[in-house]
């Protein structure tokens, strides 16, 4: 079998029962012994409950170069969740309400272990796209987590920009602790599974919470379930794993730890998997520019573009390189540039079918090529007096029609893609969370999602 990369990760949140510590401790010896790296996805609440309970041997343990830091939300399941109180946010307020209400916990998790923050990852399904502009500001470059929202199944991504493992749900493990030996049998049928089906290019994403192995249940199901908020002092600890069974599952991790290493699996850090992958070549020629014409133009095909392993680019990204064909004919190279997703509802519209005359479309194009060099972002909406404003998608296929056919008027409307319109959050295969509010629906995020869309671009094994 060849090395099969597997990044461990760790949602570090129980802030109730003292027993997670410990369990967290045991677990990170575990690591620590065999060398084998753990991003470790820290709670601000849990953080500050391993200060306050002197734990140093822990924050000794996470100082240590083998372990990276993640941040998992100040509160996790507290409500209002992060999901929930920017249910119904624009983009704007969505990320400003994001940063008022988690940087302190974030802040205190820098100082504690002394290191930089590396990843975010959302607490159970509580997702939210804002925090992508977020993450921006708080300068934290990786999305990691478990559910299905926006990204590749197999494969890592860019999203906005930063890099994202949080699609990845056909390269999900995760080690069934409460299911003593039987789970460690399971952990090892999956992994079996994954190394067999796996395209090239993928990394295992394993997922656990120190708690799976400390509690019989989820410490947050026991307090804050359907919009529940039970009061600090009021909070309900247990039901605890009895000490000695507790330390016998963590041996059987151990022992998943030892297996999985003699397999042939190769565990890295976050840090690690970042250097395997990128997006392929950073300059094009016309006829690649050509090729993303040619998949634009009939107005059905999913916006990003990348046939092969030599190039990926975002839908936003194909929109301008369009643009600038159309606008500069005699242009080459072509420079891929980060383009941020536009950021307004607008976007998504979809609009009436109608025919732009060749030198309208071709003064857009300039336009909108001008506008995202100068602002490095995709507008909402294309709007020139004399005409109706255009959805980002209608003048992409607009321009694609009209590198591929010069002479013909191009009608642009009646698409049938929208980037994102594959997005899978929220009514569409992510289940609602045991303990969100149960009128909570998602549905803003997920077209929001959809925006965010515009920006998502697969990653290969940069040899491949
Ligand atoms: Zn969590």
Redesign the pocket.
């Known amino acids: 079998m060849p090395c099969l990369p597997i990044l461990f990760w760790w ?1 570090t ?1 129980d802030f109730i029962n003292p027993e997670s510590d410990d369990a967290l401790h045991l677990l990170l010896l575990e690591h620590k012994k065999r060398g084998i790296p753990g991003v470790f ?1 820290m ?1 601000g609440r849990k953080t500050r409950v391993l200060l306050e309970r002197h734990r140093h041997d822990i924050v000794e343990l996470l100082e240590d170069d083998l372990f990276e830091i993640g941040y ?1 939300t100040d509160g ?2 507290v409500h209002p969740t992060i999901a929930e109180y920017t249910e119904h946010c624009d983009w704007q307020t969505g990320v400003s309400e994001i940063l008022r209400r988690e940087s302190e916990g974030l802040d205190i998790t820098r100082e504690a272990f002394g290191k930089e923050v590396l990843c975010y ?4 399904a509580s997702y939210t796209p804002f925090v992508y502009g977020a993450m921006k500001v708080w300068g934290i470059p990786a999305y990691l987590g478990n559910a299905v929202y926006l990204g590749d199944p197999c494969l890592p991504s860019q999203i906005g920009g930063l890099f994202s493992l949080a699609g990845l749900h056909s390269a999900h493990a995760g080690f069934p602790a409460r299911l003593g030996d039987e789970g460690l049998a399971r952990a090892k049928a999956r992994l079996e599974k994954l190394a067999d089906s796996l395209p090239r290019g993928s990394l295992v994403s394993h997922g656990n ?1 120190p708690n799976e192995w400390s509690l019989e249940t989820w410490w ?1 199901e026991m307090n804050f379930v359907k919009g529940n908020c039970t009061p600090p002092e009021k909070y309900v600890t247990g039901p605890a794993v009895a000490k000695a069974e507790m330390h016998r599952r963590i041996g059987l991790f151990g022992e998943y730890l030892d297996w999985l290493t003699a397999k042939g699996f190769c565990p890295v850090s976050l840090r690690q998997a970042f250097s395997l992958v990128d997006c392929g070549k950073g300059r094009l020629d016309r006829d690649d520019v050509m090729a993303v014409a040619r998949k634009w133009a009939p107005g059905d095909a999913d916006g990003y573009y990348d046939p092969d392993r030599r190039i990926s680019l975002s839908a936003a990204q194909c929109v301008h390189l369009l643009a600038r064909a159309l606008a500069h004919p005699d242009a080459r190279p072509f420079s891929v540039l980060p383009v941020e997703a536009p950021v307004y509802l607008e976007a998504l519209e979809t609009g009436q079918a109608e025919a732009l005359p060749p030198a309208r479309i071709a003064e857009l194009a300039a336009m909108v090529a001008d506008r995202i060099e100068k602002t490095g972002m995709l507008p909402s909406r294309i709007q020139t007096p004399g005409l109706p404003a255009l959805s980002p998608a209608r003048l992409g296929v607009a321009v694609a029609r009209q590198l591929c056919l010069p002479d013909a008027p191009a009608t642009v409307g009646s698409l049938r893609f929208q980037p994102g319109e594959e997005v899978k959050t929220y009514g569409k295969n992510v289940g609602p969370w045991s303990i969100h509010r149960p009128d909570f629906t998602g549905e803003n995020l997920r077209r929001y999602t959809q925006l965010l869309a515009w920006s998502f671009r697969r990653m290969f094994l940069k040899d491949a």
Do not use: A, R
């Not at 990852?121 to 159970?124: A, E, I, T, V």
């Open positions: 949602d949140e996805k709670v998992h996790h399941s990852g959302q607490p159970g919470h947050d």
